[in-house]
């Protein structure tokens, strides 16, 4: 159930000439209005007619049709989009869903082929960058460790010792590049129930002197771990764990029961239309974290960044009250939080991304 976690599968089946066109028309004063009725019509029923054609493959794995179709998804989903999926009826979210679960299988199998490829190399990890858009794995590490480092908790030490990542699959690239340029002397745990998976991912790591020492791979479902779970400063939960929303939560509500208070909890998430290819995570999904910002790319980075805290008791959400904070082209967030800081975030993007700061009430 858990065996990839959210790289750049979609990304990777684009060239720049691309995504150079995506985001010169995203930014064109002439375009349709990407909130209007009829671009959002446009748009579902376009993700309707990829996903019937998807779902008509023989297989996910990867290939000319494949690449194709996925290609054709991702230039549809990736522009910035104030379209809200939750509201879609009910036949439109069963074909999301689905569509989710076809991602997710497609990403298992392109990181498998790569995983096997690279581990054809004596030294598997001096070639990461034949993965396509290695350099977008790399942004997004950055971001990801500029996001944690601005908000890990004073009174820790400067930085994790063991940082445990949910979902790791069989080419773990998100450890990877932070134990290697971000958190050099930090323990890495990766959990997957797939043990073919940890299998592939251990035999990357395994000839390097350096990572075959920090980073261990756990074969097992996350919700039979238990204790274990309080020995980690940082979890990270990879955005296809709990690819149903209804499981997601109950993942989260056993993180919540066991990670130690204090402890940092990472997610991905998606926004706009990019939730067509991802599954969303609301802030009432977080019962028992204090959710601390949230990051909505509008760049070739397609997974929102999600920080929040284990808080010693269990967080607080006003169903009763109904808060819009609004930044940016769409992005929003509904909250009981006392206030928030919006802000631009100093990253290596260089794109106009969004941070959401989120001051919770004590």
Avoid: W
């Amino acid at each position: 159930m858990y065996t990839t976690n959210p790289k750049s599968f979609f990304i990777s089946l684009l060239d720049p000439c691309q995504l150079e066109r995506i985001f010169s028309f995203c930014s064109c004063p002439n375009r349709l209005a990407m909130g209007s009725p009829h671009a959002e019509a446009t748009l579902v029923d376009k993700v309707c007619q990829i996903y019937a054609k998807i779902s008509k493959l023989e297989t996910l794995k990867p290939s000319k049709d494949v690449n194709s179709l996925f290609t054709e998804l991702v230039v549809a989903c990736i522009p910035p989009s104030s379209i809200n999926v939750a509201t879609l009826p009910e036949t439109i979210q069963e074909t999301r869903s689905k569509l989710i679960k076809l991602c997710g299988e497609a990403e298992g199998y392109l990181e498998a082929h790569f995983s096997t490829l690279l581990a054809s190399f004596p030294n598997p990890l001096h070639h990461l960058d034949v993965f396509p858009y290695y350099n977008n794995y790399l942004k997004l590490s950055q971001l990801e460790f500029d996001i944690l480092n601005r908000h890990y908790s004073p009174d820790q030490p400067d930085v994790p010792k063991r940082v445990a990542f949910i979902g790791s699959g069989p080419l773990p690239l998100t450890s990877i590049v932070l134990a290697s340029y971000h958190l050099k002397n930090t323990e890495f745990h990766n959990y997957d129930i797939d043990h073919s998976a940890n299998s592939m991912a251990s035999r990357l790591v395994s000839p390097d002197p350096d990572l075959s020492q920090r980073m261990f791979f756990h074969s097992t479902d996350i919700m039979e771990v238990t204790d274990e779970l309080k020995e980690y400063d940082v979890v990270f939960l990879a955005a296809l764990v709990g690819m149903d929303i209804n499981d997601k939560v109950k993942v989260v509500e056993h993180l919540a029961k066991y990670m130690a208070p204090g402890a940092m909890l990472m997610l991905r998430s998606a926004h706009g239309a990019r939730a067509f290819l991802y599954p969303v995570v609301e802030l009432e999904d977080l019962q028992g974290f204090e959710v601390l910002a949230i990051f909505h790319p509008q760049d070739e980075v397609i997974n929102s960044v999600v920080i929040a805290r284990k808080d010693s008791l269990p967080l607080e959400v006003d169903h009763d009250q109904d808060h819009h904070h609004k930044v940016g082209n769409g992005s929003f967030l509904t909250s009981s939080c006392k206030y928030c800081d919006f802000q631009a975030f100093n990253n290596p993007l260089n794109q106009m991304n969004i941070i959401e700061d989120l001051a919770m009430e004590e």
